[in-house]
């Protein structure tokens, strides 16, 4: 994988832009849900879904793509509204968030929306079942050839069951598997160092012995980069720190832990959009 | 009727149901590939061992990770694999419920949960490894289907068959020797339950009362020997096997229902939340009538010889036949 030229980072920018913008208005549709992590990780779901992740939007069951588990499945909206603008469904549907009937459940659900690897809501799940996933691609023979990225939030690695993964993955050395933390600081009762603190968290890390890269979860070249090096690591699990702002985009939001596991209002969603229409006052609404 | 013909003679065999696991998983292993095995830290002790030495490639230690052994399973089961995890029932789905339910049955994926050493005939560990609260946590969850075979020969089956259906499946095993119920033809019928023992009319003229006994797991013996001396005081006893707690054969039920005045539910189990609760509900909406439940009343279990703990915890024959007698009155 090369890196990315400046016209493509701009491209990815301005999907990202999109992708905030339907994230802001499926949650003021929803009338619940959670923001901050959805817009903090936007960046790096539009870099997964539109330049590394090996999938088939069409297909969304084609055998040979690379799987995306999300852990926190929280961040939910950014997931749909992200599979959306890739083509898996129509953008319109992002509207159903949270209603009933919907296949945008409050949490994502495996087998009511095609492209959805797995159920997750309660933390700490996702990472061993990449490790099943990635134990049985290597039972196979590593054919075809398939990388396993979990997404997790930084507040999730409260969870024991998240530690019991890491000693498994240690174990397994499995190095398709490649983790990303969402390193944005906040949980719901606060800040993670007040309410469990988790540094050193790269010493940790490495003392698992994995491969730890940490980035700014916003710079595409960055997060690409991150990946590429990821996948030529051929002895050890890469585990991707991404630092990265809750709520990233709109300034209102921004590192406020507050906004977790809240959606916006009619008044709070139309200057959020206002913002990410304009990129922050650079350009004038009306004309993108 | 189906029962083995040496049980209550001197030639009674008797097997652990979890070594009938162990054959049932091995020969599951050879007709699929795609079969794999997980467990935690406790291999021999679950009868995995057999598999982990012929199948080695296809055995994954997970260590004593009971929730992430469950996301483990569950992400292979999403890749095409059909993986049999096992430990201690007490610890898995006793410690990992909320990972089964989330990851495996709301994924509706199929993993193959087997609680090994459930029950209180775990015996000398004492009340923190007695699970008798299995079959209720799994019961209560959509698309688990839930098995208590009654001896090594059934557990063997039951694995056999698992291993080719595409739901989430809990398996309940038991650590002690039991006596071996069913004859090596025994087929499995689709979770159909059937009459292991009937009362025979050896004193002439019709019995006074006919019940019907419905059990699961290895106690079914114990059920038996009631009906046995219940027969001597007229009381027409009918035992049923029950082998597949859920989806629960309840057209059976109904049918026997219609012939017995009273139903007298048996395992070695709280009586809340068991098979015992399970047809108690299902008759109670479809055909009401008299249903008393052998089980754990309410209580944990503690240490001892099984003998002593059946006796203390009420599940010896005696108190089956007892409990039939109340519930005819």
């Known amino acids: ?288 | 009727m189906i029962l083995r013909k040496t049980v209550f003679t001197p030639q009674q065999e008797e097997k652990p149901t979890r070594e009938g696991f162990g054959e049932g998983l091995m020969i599951a292993g050879e007709k699929n590939e795609r079969v794999v095995a997980l467990c935690a830290d406790l291999t021999e002790s679950v009868k995995m061992d057999g598999f982990r030495a012929k199948f080695h490639d296809r055995f994954f230690e997970t260590g004593i990770t009971e929730q992430a052994m469950s996301g483990v399973a569950s992400g292979m089961a999403s890749m095409g694999y059909i993986p049999f995890m096992a430990s201690y029932a007490m610890f898995s789905p006793g410690r990992n419920w909320e990972q089964i339910r989330t990851t495996i049955a709301y994924n509706n994926v199929p993993v193959k949960i087997v609680g090994a050493h459930a029950g209180i005939s775990v015996g000398p560990d004492g009340a923190t490894h007695q699970a008798i609260e299995d079959v209720a946590i799994m019961r209560m969850i959509p698309t688990m289907e839930v098995f208590v075979p009654c001896d090594a020969i059934e557990a063997r089956v039951i694995t056999e068959y698992v291993a080719t259906t595409k739901s989430p499946s809990y398996i309940r095993l038991t650590r002690e020797k039991t006596p071996l119920l069913l004859p090596d033809s025994y087929v499995w019928n689709h979770g159909r339950g059937y009459v292991m023992y009937l009362a025979q009319h050896k004193h002439g003229g019709e019995f006074t009362h006919k019940v019907a006994i419905i059990g699961c797991g290895p106690i079914l013996y114990e059920a038996i020997k009631a009906a046995m001396e219940l027969e001597k005081e007229g009381i027409g006893v009918t035992v049923i096997n029950m082998p597949q707690v859920k989806p629960l054969d309840v057209g059976y039920l109904l049918r026997v229902a219609h012939e017995v005045r009273a139903i007298v539910t048996v395992e070695e189990h709280q009586v809340t939340g068991g098979l015992g609760s399970a047809v108690a509900e299902y008759l109670s909406e479809q055909y009401p009538l008299r249903v008393g439940r052998v089980g754990v009343n309410d209580r944990f279990g503690q240490s001892g010889k099984v003998s002593e703990l059946y006796e203390e915890y009420g599940l010896t024959s005696k108190h089956i036949a007892q409990k039939v007698r109340e519930t005819l009155h």
């Open chain 1, 1 to 288: 994988m090369h890196s990315l030229t400046d016209i493509e980072v701009q491209a990815l920018t301005l999907r990202a832009e999109d992708i905030r913008e339907s994230i802001i208005k499926m949650l003021l549709e929803a009338g619940s849900g959670h923001t901050a992590g959805s817009l903090g990780m936007t960046d790096i779901f539009t870099a997964l879904y539109f330049r590394v992740v090996r999938h088939n939007p069409r297909h969304p069951e084609w055998v040979e793509r690379d799987r995306v588990i999300l852990s926190n499945g929280h961040i939910a909206p950014v997931l749909y509204a992200t599979m959306a603008h890739a083509g898996y469904f129509s953008v319109s549907e992002l509207k159903t968030l949270r209603r009933f009937g919907t296949r945008l459940q409050g949490h994502p659900h495996r087998g009511t929306l095609p492209g959805i690897e797995t159920s997750s809501g309660p933390l700490g799940c996702g990472l061993s079942q990449a490790i099943g996933m990635a134990l049985m691609d290597r039972l196979e023979g590593h054919k075809p050839d398939r990388y396993f990225y979990c997404c997790m939030g930084d507040g999730e690695i409260n969870e024991g069951q998240v530690w019991e993964s890491f000693l498994l993955l240690n174990k397994y050395k499995l190095n398709k598997v490649i983790s990303i933390i969402d390193r944005n600081t906040i949980q719901i009762d606060g800040y993670t160092e007040d309410v469990l603190p988790l540094e050193s968290l790269k010493d940790k890390l490495e003392s698992f012995n994995f491969h730890v890269i940490e980035i700014d979860g916003h710079d595409f070249k960055d997060i690409v980069r991150a990946i590429g090096t990821a996948k030529s690591s051929l002895d050890k699990p890469t585990v991707i720190i991404a630092h990265t702002i809750p709520g990233k985009g709109v300034t209102q939001f921004e590192g406020d832990y507050r906004w977790h596991g809240k959606s916006p209002n009619e008044q709070e969603a139309k200057e959020a959009l206002k913002e990410l229409r304009t990129f922050r006052g650079k350009v004038k609404f009306g004309e993108l």
